[in-house]
């Protein structure tokens, strides 16, 4: 089993930048991915971004695309989401999640290991 622990969430201006971390211990992400998903209040939860662990491939939805940034370092077991010009529709917990097979990035149910969720508030 994987454990995963997201940091980096806070308040923060429409316009303004964050930087989520997700530190994961226990069984590698090798051959698998990471996916960050969010949810606001009220509403399902939703995907952001996704990254194959090895060879680095992203994925992103469209609403963040040009915006957010996925990466990972594998020698730090680390993943990040950089979120620039964040806007108030951006406020939600933040997730990170292990994909064990390298597929469906998009799909919530290929994730098999979650982190506890960061707030992140963009005000307007």
């Known amino acids: 089993q994987v454990q995963l622990v997201e940091s980096g969430g806070g308040l923060v201006q429409a316009g303004g930048s964050l930087r989520l971390s997700c530190a994961t211990s226990?069984?590698?992400?090798?051959?698998?991915?990471m996916g960050w998903f969010r949810q606001a209040p009220g509403k399902e939860r939703e995907f952001v971004a996704a990254?194959?662990?090895?060879?680095?491939?992203?994925y992103y939805a469209d609403s963040v695309k040009g915006r957010f940034t996925i990466s990972r370092d594998s020698a730090k077991n680390t993943g990040y989401l950089q979120m620039n010009s964040l806007k108030p529709e951006d406020t939600a917990v933040y997730y990170c999640?292990?994909?064990?097979?390298?597929?469906?990035?998009?799909?919530?149910?290929?994730?098999?290991?979650w982190g506890q969720g960061t707030q992140v508030t963009v005000s307007s």
């Open positions: 990254i194959a662990w090895t060879g680095g491939y992203t």
């Open positions: 999640a292990k994909n064990p097979s390298g597929t469906y990035y998009y799909t919530l149910g290929r994730y098999d290991s």
């Open positions: 226990g069984r590698t992400f090798s051959g698998g991915g």
